[in-house]
């Protein structure tokens, strides 16, 4: 069995030969949020079956390729589908494509996905730029020897997300007239939803988002020495009790598919900014 160093790399060689130029900044699409992809140009697929050690999305809501294109003449590379510790994987599996996209040479990552709204002012559809998070899944993707080449044993997590592209955010946000908010993002390892007693422990841990996903993603992405964005749209409101009612992912889906179009044109914005 080859290293893990060995594998990124041997993904990373398959996925340059298909490509012409590097990309700085990747995107992470979450449930619903697909249709991102279709406003980039001269678009290459690489189906992530194809790619040598990727792991195969095996949820019907999330397509399953990298897609390489241009958004506003900036080359991006966009993960359409992602992983998720409840598919089966372990942490360090779901993230694989994490140090890939690093070795491409991305130095920038945009995480999106769908959460449940724990803080008791948001609302269905809100989107929120994550200021910080608490990790309670049960398998840490840094468990394991360290390769140094990688990244430090004990990175440190006091600026997982970065300051300096929420400001950016932020500063579009006011000039499109777009709410955003700020949130502390609780990861949990799903797929179960969770109780109502649940969802009061997550409001008491100080959390204002409870999600199935991209927490190991952040940690991978901080040892990697990647700068992170990760906003989430409010898919259901979780608390308080009174206010829960019941969830599906077909509810899930269409609250955030109402948002992605906003949540788009936020991303419009920075990627016409980065251009400028
Ligand atoms: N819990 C966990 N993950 C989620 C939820 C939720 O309520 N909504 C969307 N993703």
Known sequence: MSSLYERIHQSKAFIEERLSVKAKTAVVLGTGLGEFAHSLTDTIEIPYSDIPHFPVS?????QSKLIFGFKSGVPLIIMA???????????AQITFPIRVL?????????????????????????IVLVTDHINLLPDHPLRGPNDDRLGPRFPDMMHAYDKELRDTFKEISYTINIPLLDGVYLGLQGPSLETPAEYRMAHVLGADLVGMSTVPEVIVARHEGLKVVVFSIVANVCFPKSILTETTLEQVISVVNKSSKTLQSLLDKYFDKVNE
């Open 58 to 62: 095996t949820v019907e809501s999330h």
């Open 102 to 126: 690093k070795a491409l040479g991305v130095e920038k990552l945009l995480l999106t996905n769908a959460a449940g709204g724990i803080n008791p002012h948001f609302r269905e559809g809100d």
């Open 81 to 91: 589908g992602r992983f998720h510790y409840y598919e089966g994987y372990t942490s």
